[in-house]
T-cell receptor, first 113, second 114 residues
Framework: DSGVTQTPKHLITATGQRVTLRCSPR?????VYWYQQSLDQGLQFLIQ???????AKGNILERFSAQQFPDLHSELNLSSLELGDSALYFC????????????FGQGTRLTVV | DQQVKQNSPSLSVQEGRISILNCDYT??????FLWYKKYPAEGPTFLIS?????DKNEDGRFTVFLNKSAKHLSLHIVPSQPGDSAVYFC?????????????FGRGTSLIVHP
C-alpha cells in the first residue's frame, strides 16, 4: 500500500460527458502528479501541483483540468470525453516538488463508450 | 518522439539467473533516472534510482548502471525470482523550472520462470 488513494477505481461513461477523478496523497506529501497510461503506452505526465499551486504542466488537453485543495487532495476533471480518453489515470505524490521518488496510487480505469 | 525508449516489450528469464532490462534516452539534459515496477491492477512502485554523477547504484538484488556517453541505462536483477515478474518502467528527468518531472518509457514485461 503506497498510501496514495485514488477514487473511483473504475469509471464507465459516455462520450461527451464529464468526470472527476480524485486523489488523496500520502500523509505529509505536498506534491501531487497526474499521469495517463493508454494502451501499450508509457506513463504520460499531465500536470503537477505543489501545496495548492500548479507547478508543472505536461501534455494535458484543454478539456482536462486539475486542482489541489487546501487539504492537499487533488481532483482531475475530464470533460467532453472522447473514446480516445479511455485510459488508466494515475495519481502520484511526493514530499517535495522535486520528484526524486514518487508514490503512485492504484489508478482509475476510465472507459469511454 | 519518445525520449525514453525501452525497446524490449518483454523478457523471459529462468529463476536464479540474471535479468537485464535496458533503457535508452535521447535527451542529454536528463540527469536523474529511476526504475519503477508495476504489478497488474496496482500503481507503479519505485525501485531504484541513479543520478548522472554516478555510473552505478546498487540496492540488494537490484543494480542500475548508467552509461552517459551512450545515453543508456540498465537494470540488473540478480538472482531473479518469480516474484520479480512485473512490468518495469524506466524514467528519466531533467531539472526544469526547479521541478523534476520524469519521462517514462513504455515498459518491459519481465517473466521469471520457476
Amino acid at each position: 500500500d503506497s498510501g496514495v488513494t485514488q477514487t473511483p477505481k473504475h469509471l464507465i461513461t459516455a462520450t461527451g460527458q464529464r468526470v472527476t477523478l480524485r486523489c488523496s496523497p500520502r500523509s505529509g506529501d505536498l506534491s501531487v502528479y497526474w499521469y495517463q497510461q493508454s494502451l501499450d503506452q508509457g506513463l504520460q505526465f499531465l500536470i503537477q501541483y505543489y501545496n495548492g499551486e500548479e507547478r508543472a504542466k505536461g501534455n494535458i488537453l484543454e478539456r482536462f483540468s486539475a486542482q489541489q485543495f487546501p487539504d492537499l487532495h487533488s481532483e482531475l476533471n475530464l470533460s467532453s470525453l472522447e473514446l480516445g480518453d479511455s485510459a488508466l489515470y494515475f495519481c502520484a505524490s511526493s514530499v517535495a516538488a522535486v520528484n526524486t521518488e514518487a508514490f503512485f496510487g492504484q489508478g482509475t480505469r476510465l472507459t469511454v463508450v | 518522439d519518445q525520449q525514453v525508449k525501452q525497446n524490449s516489450p518483454s523478457l523471459s528469464v529462468q529463476e536464479g539467473r540474471i535479468s537485464i532490462l535496458n533503457c535508452d534516452y535521447t535527451n542529454s539534459m536528463f540527469d536523474y533516472f529511476l526504475w519503477y515496477k508495476k504489478y497488474p491492477a496496482e500503481g507503479p512502485t519505485f525501485l531504484i534510482s541513479i543520478s548522472s554523477i554516478k555510473d552505478k547504484n546498487e540496492d540488494g538484488r537490484f543494480t542500475v548502471f548508467l552509461n552517459k556517453s551512450a545515453k543508456h541505462l540498465s537494470l540488473h536483477i540478480v538472482p531473479s525470482q518469480p516474484g520479480d515478474s512485473a512490468v518495469y518502467f524506466c524514467a528519466a528527468s531533467a531539472k526544469d523550472g526547479g521541478s523534476y518531472i520524469p519521462t517514462f518509457g513504455r515498459g518491459t514485461s519481465l517473466i521469471v520462470h520457476p
